[in-house]
């Protein structure tokens, strides 16, 4: 039964676009996080929320916007994407910060 | 800039060996570090953490930690072939909510 639902499973898009990525936790953690991992790059850590406030940001492309509208709630919003952006998207939570982090299944996005 | 170094980056051990993974923070403010599991295809799984100077062991699997030099290693005895799979450090600040992960240790146990 997972306790971080991530959507979709996988995702297919083409250059140019557009996409969300969805992330709901149900361990009533306080924190949330977005990882990215590619066989170019290992696991690699995006942001940081904490109740519901963005508390970190290591992405440097803007065209990665996180959204919460909901404390257990944390999407990612991709635009323009390039072939680059291809990696599986992790979100994560933990109860605090620096505490233990769970990962969701993931979303594998290919750009093509 | 928070990094960690992990070594090997690949280890072949036989059914029964020991398997020994190292990991060092560039970083010399980290406070924690944790040591997760991921098998192929699915999301890394927290196998312990450590947090001050000695060694925590549970079950098979031990974790030691040096924080002068910012050093960690866990050790699995008696290695299964279900242990096979990315062995990922992580660490981080008290001061901020990132936690960095190195790139990982591929670990193989051979039948």
Redesign the interface.
């Known amino acids: 039964d997972p306790k971080i639902i991530q959507k979709p499973k996988y995702l297919v898009a083409v250059t140019g676009s557009e996409k969300i990525l969805i992330c709901e936790q149900y361990l009533g953690h306080n924190?949330m996080?977005w990882?990215r991992q590619s066989a170019k790059k290992?696991?690699?850590?995006m942001f940081?929320y904490?109740y519901q406030k963005l508390?970190?940001n290591?992405t440097a492309s803007s065209r990665f916007q996180p959204q919460s509208s909901k404390k257990n709630h944390l999407d990612l919003q991709i635009t323009a994407l390039k072939p680059d952006d291809s990696a599986t998207y992790?979100c994560a939570s933990s109860q605090e910060?620096?505490t233990?982090?769970?990962?969701?299944?993931?979303t594998r996005l290919t750009v093509v | 800039q928070q990094k960690v170094q992990q070594s090997p980056e690949s280890l072949i051990v036989p059914e029964g060996g020991m398997a020994s993974l190292n990991c060092t923070s560039s970083d010399r403010n980290v406070d924690y570090f944790w040591w997760y599991r991921q098998h192929s295809g699915k999301s890394p799984k927290m196998l312990m953490s450590i947090f001050s100077n000695g060694e925590k062991e549970e079950g098979r699997f031990t974790v030691h930690l040096n924080k002068a030099s910012l050093h960690t290693s866990l050790h699995i005895r008696d290695s299964q072939p279900s242990d096979s799979a990315l062995y990922l450090c992580a660490a981080s600040r008290n001061s901020n909510n990132r936690i960095f992960f190195g790139d990982g240790t591929q670990l193989v146990v051979k039948p």
């Open positions: 924190a996080y990882y290992p696991l690699e850590f940081s904490s508390m970190d290591q992790f910060p620096n233990e982090v769970f990962f969701g299944k993931g």
